[in-house]
């Protein structure tokens, strides 16, 4: 009969799954008992027909209403409000603001607040926010906008991390924060289509850019709307499970802990600021956060600025929006490609080195070439390079913290740090470095480097010490500590490379 620690080295679905009797009372659920694999099989489909579609619309939506100002900059929004450079990229860094200081407080709240009514409620919030954009008239009134949006947007991103990570085992963690993640990209493509009919619309006083607004931001609310009646708080508030698969979720996901939790659910696991230490003293804490920093530069400013780097290509206004949409698909599926293969092979830093080398090579061909094609080509590389590290150095955290207020304060804290980034990226790209961007292009490929440096960093601590885990050198800590404090620190739980 395999033993718990055989489960999670042998794949994610060995001939037979341990989990404890469901059926005692006896809470440790000490007692063993086989789940088929068609069960744990089932569990994981129905999990991911019900929660990924709603999570995939939700950060599409969010990154559509983050980033449609962008687009709203080469239609006319500029002239409008009379906005100089400082003004736009002011207006840009102000979003940040709240959205970077709600980050933490959210993930500690988001159990007690009900995730399948917050995670909807941040929705309908931002969607009429967004709507109210397009009636902006003035600089002033644009910084205010922005301000509610990322107030609004805070804690999405970490609350969606927390919330798959009550229903999934680490290692099938990856490829579903990649099926949402994969709607970022998307949201560029999808945005420019969608931003050059609306550009077009023409009325008494509101014409062009605001409908980008108004017609988005209506959709975001109407379907936040609707996500509120589908998805679940907890795996023990699930009502599409029969009672065979709802206990078998809840054990496999305790099982999955290796010992880092001594709840036999999240719903009992209770706030200790004990636990918030333990997570801003994980290394793996601060080194990704460090590598998501760097990351997110460049996925911000190419997010913000790709309408107005293809336009300075000398690209009409309508041939720009529509060129944003290719380089974002080719990096759709890259996305999702990557985040398969890295939960199948249980990897995350390697194939993030892989990635943020060839956005390297991208930027290289933007800033050393002059012919438009090839700068473009160059468009293709970066996309594809880094929008797949996000979900990689997300996932990968989530991974390495357990129990679950380690996980929701560190995965808060590293999205935090990363989004202080934003406010580099809002003033990478400058109207006096047009038309070439070296400065913009080079600052990125700084932080690619950095972000090389420290990712090699982080997969040298985790091999050296699961080494030390794996040959009994971490074995007094049971001696020395109570178990169920011990967390991520427990000598059976395995860090992902």
């Given at each position: 009969?395999?033993?718990?620690e055989?489960?999670?080295?042998?794949?994610?679905?060995?001939?037979?799954?341990?989990?404890?009797?469901?059926?005692?009372?006896?809470?440790?659920?000490n007692?063993?008992?086989?789940?088929?694999?068609?069960l744990?099989?089932?569990?994981?489909?129905?999990?991911?027909?019900?929660?990924?579609?709603?999570?995939?619309?939700?950060?599409?939506?969010?990154?559509?209403?983050?980033?449609?100002?962008g687009?709203?900059?080469?239609?006319?929004?500029v002239?409008?409000?009379?906005?100089?450079?400082?003004?736009?990229?002011?207006?840009?860094?102000v979003?940040?603001?709240?959205?970077?200081l709600?980050?933490?407080?959210?993930?500690?709240?988001?159990?007690?607040?009900?995730?399948?009514?917050?995670?909807?409620?941040?929705?309908?919030?931002?969607?009429?926010?967004?709507?109210?954009?397009?009636?902006?008239?003035?600089?002033?009134?644009?910084?205010?906008?922005?301000?509610?949006?990322?107030?609004?947007?805070?804690?999405?991103?970490?609350?969606?991390?927390?919330?798959?990570?009550?229903?999934?085992?680490?290692h099938?963690?990856?490829?579903?924060?990649t099926?949402?993640?994969?709607?970022?990209p998307?949201?560029?493509?999808?945005?420019g289509?969608?931003?050059?009919?609306?550009?077009?619309?023409?009325?008494?006083?509101?014409?062009?850019?605001?409908?980008?607004f108004?017609?988005?931001?209506?959709?975001?609310?109407?379907?936040?709307?609707?996500?509120?009646?589908?998805?679940?708080?907890?795996?023990?508030?699930?009502?599409?499970?029969?009672?065979?698969?709802?206990?078998?979720?809840?054990?496999?996901?305790?099982?999955?802990?290796?010992?880092?939790?001594?709840?036999?659910?999240?719903?009992?696991?209770r706030?200790?600021?004990?636990?918030?230490?333990?997570?801003?003293?994980?290394?793996?804490?601060?080194?990704?956060?460090i590598?998501?920093?760097?990351?997110?530069?460049?996925?911000?400013?190419?997010?913000?600025?790709?309408?107005?780097?293809?336009?300075?290509?000398?690209?009409s206004?309508?041939?720009?929006?529509?060129?944003?949409?290719?380089?974002?698909?080719?990096?759709?599926?890259?996305?999702?490609?990557?985040?398969?293969?890295?939960?199948?092979?249980?990897?995350r830093?390697?194939?993030?080195?892989?990635?943020?080398?060839?956005?390297?090579?991208?930027y290289i061909?933007?800033?050393?070439?002059?012919?438009?094609?090839?700068?473009?080509?160059g468009?293709?590389?970066?996309a594809?390079g880094?929008?797949?590290?996000?979900?990689l150095?997300m996932?990968?955290?989530?991974?390495?913290?357990?129990?679950?207020?380690?996980?929701?304060?560190?995965?808060?804290f590293?999205?935090?740090?990363?989004?202080?980034?934003?406010?580099?990226?809002?003033?990478?790209?400058?109207?006096?470095?047009?038309?070439?961007?070296?400065?913009?292009h080079?600052i990125?490929?700084?932080?690619l480097?950095?972000?090389?440096?420290s990712?090699?960093?982080?997969?040298?601590?985790c091999?050296?010490?699961?080494?030390?885990?794996?040959?009994?050198?971490?074995?007094?800590?049971?001696?020395?500590?109570?178990?169920?404090?011990?967390?991520?620190?427990?000598?059976?739980?395995?860090?992902t490379?």
């Amino acid at each position: 009969m395999s033993s718990p620690e055989k489960v999670e080295k042998g794949g994610e679905s060995p001939e037979r799954v341990h989990i404890p009797d469901v059926e005692k009372t006896d809470s440790t659920w000490n007692d063993p008992a086989d789940i088929p694999v068609e069960l744990d099989k089932r569990i994981t489909r129905k999990l991911d027909k019900r929660l990924m579609p709603w999570l995939f619309g939700l950060w599409l939506l969010a990154f559509i209403d983050r980033s449609n100002i962008g687009n709203a900059k080469i239609d006319g929004m500029v002239e409008d409000l009379r906005l100089d450079s400082n003004k736009f990229n002011i207006a840009l860094a102000v979003f940040y603001v709240p959205y970077i200081l709600w980050d933490v407080p959210s993930n500690l709240v988001i159990k007690h607040l009900k995730a399948g009514y917050y995670l909807p409620g941040i929705l309908i919030a931002w969607g009429l926010v967004s709507m109210c954009t397009g009636f902006v008239k003035s600089y002033a009134g644009l910084l205010v906008a922005r301000f509610f949006l990322g107030l609004a947007e805070g804690g999405l991103l970490g609350g969606m991390l927390v919330y798959l990570a009550m229903f999934y085992r680490r290692h099938q963690m990856l490829y579903r924060i990649t099926l949402f993640y994969c709607a970022a990209p998307l949201s560029g493509a999808f945005g420019g289509l969608l931003a050059t009919g609306l550009a077009k619309i023409q009325t008494g006083g509101y014409n062009g850019w605001p409908f980008i607004f108004f017609v988005e931001g209506a959709i975001t609310a109407v379907i936040g709307i609707a996500v509120l009646f589908f998805l679940p708080h907890t795996p023990s508030d699930i009502k599409f499970f029969n009672a065979d698969e709802k206990r078998a979720c809840i054990a496999r996901m305790r099982l999955d802990a290796h010992g880092a939790t001594a709840a036999s659910t999240v719903d009992e696991e209770r706030f200790d600021w004990y636990w918030v230490r333990r997570a801003l003293l994980n290394v793996n804490t601060i080194v990704l956060s460090i590598v998501f920093f760097a990351i997110i530069t460049p996925i911000y400013s190419f997010s913000l600025f790709l309408p107005t780097i293809i336009r300075s290509m000398g690209y009409s206004r309508v041939t720009a929006q529509l060129f944003t949409v290719p380089p974002n698909m080719g990096a759709f599926f890259i996305v999702l490609l990557t985040g398969w293969g890295s939960d199948k092979w249980r990897m995350r830093g390697p194939l993030m080195l892989v990635g943020c080398t060839v956005a390297i090579v991208g930027y290289i061909m933007l800033i050393a070439s002059e012919r438009s094609s090839v700068q473009y080509g160059g468009t293709f590389l970066v996309a594809a390079g880094i929008f797949p590290c996000s979900p990689l150095v997300m996932g990968w955290l989530s991974n390495n913290l357990a129990p679950h207020y380690v996980r929701a304060t560190g995965t808060g804290f590293q999205i935090m740090i990363a989004n202080m980034a934003a406010f580099i990226a809002t003033f990478t790209y400058l109207p006096e470095d047009a038309p070439r961007y070296t400065t913009g292009h080079a600052i990125n490929i700084g932080m690619l480097g950095l972000a090389l440096i420290s990712i090699a960093g982080n997969i040298w601590y985790c091999r050296w010490e699961n080494k030390k885990r794996a040959t009994g050198q971490r074995d007094y800590r049971l001696r020395d500590e109570k178990e169920e404090r011990l967390g991520y620190r427990h000598p059976r739980f395995e860090y992902t490379i």
